[in-house]
């Protein structure tokens, strides 16, 4: 079956019970047990609840993957994906990554005796440099955040092999319906909810998809455990965004195309990066391994920070935010936002300039948002 449909027809609706074709919220924390000495499918929420139940699986379809599990947040997939490594073992990461991801890496692994290196740039030379007998994971996100580098997932998954290194990818920006990383060879894709499969901007959560059942054992074991599992609502939630994921993605593409072009001949713009673009450092890779560039832009401005400040204040369509992914059009600063936790010489190593502004493309009208950031444009400091 096509993606549409699977995002649609998951194999818990309609209910069983009562033919309703959505998920019922089980909000329970427990459930009744028949007799002692009998253990239930379900008996206690954080082990396992039937509308979380629905979501692992829509997860698991949309990644075309054996197992999907759902976490209350992004960073709490992330640290659940990193359960995988012991003391000692050692992670190459992509240069660009989510700010909170590097906070993990650095301020909860790193004191826990793993330890990380980061590839110089998105080449797979860069990360096949990093590798030591100690490498048990390569970490990427692509497209990356902030500045939307493209890395080759396939031959990364090759090289990685041959040593039974692990790859994970960060899906959270291309998301399913563009770019299934499993099927590229990664072992693990990771996800924000929180963004394009939840999309509505309205729920934190996060996701994990793979089909090794050794890993999925250990990270469900460690879902049971720790116990950072979204609520059954907030599962609901998510897999109600899941069922427009399609549509909503092609008309995010369309209008971050129509946007990048438009931004690309501005004479206040320095530089736009969007994967899209033949202009795109990695556009034939993001063409050979995505089938559409999802619906986020970095742009460069010529006039700096205060050229940032001014598109900011001026612009009546793109909510200042930190997130990412839903209906409405979004405007960060990674250097003063997303990626603040790290120091200026980190940000400058990943050539994250003060000057850059991230554009999270909503659903209203290219046409609107055209005009909105060509006004906010005028006048700008160059
Ligand atoms: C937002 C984000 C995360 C973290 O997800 P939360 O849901 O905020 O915890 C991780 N990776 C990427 C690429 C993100 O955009």
Not at 24 to 31: D, N, R
Not at 337 to 349: F, I, Q, V, Y
């Amino acid at each position: 079956m096509q993606f549409e449909t699977l995002a649609i027809h998951d194999p818990h609706t309609p209910d069983p019970a009562t033919g309703s074709v959505t998920v019922p919220i089980y909000q329970t924390s427990t459930f009744g047990r028949e007799e002692l000495g009998h253990r239930p499918e379900f008996f206690y929420s954080r082990i396992g609840n039937p509308t979380r139940q629905a979501l692992e699986t829509s997860l698991a379809l949309l990644e075309n993957a054996r197992f999907g599990l759902a976490f209350a947040s992004g960073a709490a997939a992330t640290m659940a994906a990193l359960q995988i490594l012991k003391p000692g073992d050692h992670i190459v990461s992509g240069i660009d990554i989510y700010g909170g991801t590097y906070r993990i890496f650095e301020q909860l692994l790193r004191p826990w005796g793993i330890t990380i290196s980061y590839a110089r740039d998105e080449s797979t030379e860069s990360y096949a440099r990093c590798l030591t007998p100690e490498t048990k994971l390569i970490w990427l996100e692509s497209p990356s955040n902030p500045l939307l580098r493209i890395s080759d997932i396939r031959a990364l998954a090759e090289i990685s092999r041959e040593k039974s290194i692990r790859v994970a990818v960060d899906n959270t920006f291309a998301t399913p319906y563009f770019q299934r990383p499993l099927e590229l060879g990664a072992d693990i894709a990771v996800h924000s909810t929180t963004k394009y499969l939840g999309g509505h901007s309205d729920v934190i959560g996060g996701a994990i998809a793979l089909n090794d059942p050794a890993l999925h054992t250990i990270i469900k074991n460690y879902q049971a455990a720790a116990g950072a599992i979204p609520g059954p609502w907030d599962c609901w939630l998510v897999m109600r965004g899941i069922k427009t994921l399609k549509i909503r993605m092609k008309e995010h593409e369309a209008g971050a195309l129509h946007l990048a072009r438009m931004l690309e001949s501005h004479p206040a713009v320095a530089r736009v990066w969007y994967p899209g673009l033949p202009s795109h450092p990695q556009h034939d890779i993001a063409r050979r391994q995505m089938s559409g560039f999802s619906g986020m832009i970095t742009i460069a401005l010529k006039g700096g920070l205060s050229a940032v400040e001014h598109l900011l204040h001026k612009t009546k369509l793109f909510t200042l935010a930190d997130s990412l992914g839903g209906v409405e059009s979004l405007a960060a600063s990674p250097a003063k936002m997303t990626l603040g936790a790290l120091s200026p010489e980190e940000r400058d190593k990943r050539g994250c300039t003060d000057n850059l502004l991230r554009l999270s493309v909503g659903l209203e009208h290219p046409g609107d948002l055209e005009a909105d950031l060509n006004e906010a444009l005028e006048g700008i400091p160059v």
